[in-house]
Nanobody, 115 residues
Framework: QVQLVESGGGLVQAGGSLRLSCTASGSIFGLYPMGWYRRAPGKQRELTATITVNLNTNYADSVKGRFTISRDNAKNTVYLQMNSLKPEDTGVYYC?????????WGQGTQVTVSS
């Protein structure tokens, strides 16, 4: 069993920054791809950013140049630095870990960007 615990969400004005963190625990005997997904109000959950074990990253077009995903493998933690936030970035952000073809999710952390 894998547990993912997120932190760092909150309310911020447009143009501001937030940093999300997610720590994995449980049956983690090795390293796995991790990422962040966003569920905007009234929409389905969609990819925001992912990072492989070898630190290759992938971003949604809407966040390129503003968000940065990183990880600390020693701590089993993935981060999402979000800069120049826009109201359309509002949503619940979920941490994801892919282990042997299975997706594990955190409980989500709310990010609200006011205009």
């Amino acid at each position: 069993q894998v547990q993912l615990v997120e932190s760092g969400g909150g309310l911020v004005q447009a143009g501001g920054s937030l940093r999300l963190s997610c720590t994995a625990s449980g049956s983690i005997f090795g390293l796995y791809p991790m990422g962040w997904y966003r569920r905007a109000p009234g929409k389905q959950r969609e990819l925001t950013a992912t990072i492989t074990v070898n630190l290759n990253t992938n971003y949604a077009d809407s966040v390129k140049g503003r968000f940065t995903i990183s990880r600390d493998n020693a701590k089993n933690t993935v981060y999402l630095q979000m800069n120049s936030l826009k109201p359309e970035d509002t949503g619940v952000y979920y941490c994801n870990l892919k282990k042997w073809g299975i997706d594990y999710w955190g409980q989500g952390t709310q990010v609200t960007v006011s205009s």
